[in-house]
């Protein structure tokens, strides 16, 4: 009888536990969304360069026949990775703003409180996500002006949706990790620009992996921005096809994820020093 109960108190313990987790984690999302939504503009600058790369970069290599896409156009093939692109600037440089709570005083708060730390984490990542569905947004909508063949499908645009919230995860997290690590806003500036081409270009985003060199190749397959903009253009395009698999494609961007997030859960509270 004492065992019983003592099994009970223990799963609830557990299921409090998991509550209190997931309180903190929406806590956090929460006030990154309030912060977004008292200051827009960011929203509308974001939306500049994806206009930029799809109205005049696509528009040219539409023209060019050497890159094979299949049966879809070079302008329906880039769409994805241009989305794609999208989530990875603005989550590559989300470190800076953790950066800018420690200067202010606000990491130091969050850090004595009783959240998890994981919770904080994983709240900022989710915050990360909610912008990426903003720029999702966009691209249907510049998808559409251009008459490009969109997959408009409630089931696809859902795993779009979830895909650009895992992907701007990813990249989010991987900016605290280096925001963790350089410690300054300086320092996170460079090796943040330093960091986006190299990923943006080592990847299927503009290009299909077969008109790379080997070792690019190699370089791309161990990219996990490459996986994202595979998973997207099977979902996202009439016509589009994953060479990879959805399964694959989630599977490493969800271990790429959980990897990163127990890796920023650790030494988020370096940060502070």
């Not at 313990?13 to 006030?31: N, P, Y």
Request: glycine letters at 6%.
């Amino acid at each position: 009888m004492f065992a019983k109960q003592e099994e009970r108190s223990t799963a609830s313990d557990k299921g409090s536990a998991v509550a209190r987790f997931c309180k903190h984690t929406l806590a956090v999302a929460e006030v990154e969304l309030i912060k977004l939504l008292r200051d827009p503009t960011e929203l509308f600058t974001r939306a500049v360069q994806p206009v930029l790369w799809i109205v005049i970069f696509g528009q040219v290599f539409s023209r060019a026949r050497g890159v094979p896409t299949g049966n879809i156009s070079y302008l329906a093939f880039m769409t994805p990775g241009i989305l794609a692109q999208s989530v990875l600037f603005s989550a590559i440089f989300y470190g800076i703003a953790v950066i800018w709570e420690r200067d202010l005083g606000i990491l130091h708060k969050m850090l004595v409180s009783p959240a998890y730390r994981a919770a904080l984490v994983l709240g900022k990542a989710l915050s990360s996500g909610l912008r990426g569905i903003s720029q999702t947004i966009i691209i249907y909508l510049i998808a559409l002006v251009m008459h490009i063949p969109v997959r408009l499908e409630f089931l696809a645009i859902t795993e779009v949706l979830f895909a650009v919230v895992l992907g701007s995860a990813i990249f989010s997290t991987f900016s605290l990790i280096i925001a963790c690590v350089v410690k300054t806003r300086e320092r996170f500036m460079g090796i943040g620009q330093v960091m986006t081409m190299p990923l943006f270009f080592a990847s299927n985003a503009i290009y299909p992996l077969e008109l790379m060199p080997r070792w690019l190749r190699v370089i791309a397959l161990g990219n996990p921005l490459t996986y994202l903009v595979d998973a997207l253009r099977g979902l996202m395009i009439t016509g589009g096809v994953t060479t990879s698999g959805y399964a694959v494609d989630f599977a490493v961007l969800a271990v790429v994820f959980l990897a990163m997030l127990a890796t920023a859960s650790r030494i988020y509270q370096t940060l502070a020093k």
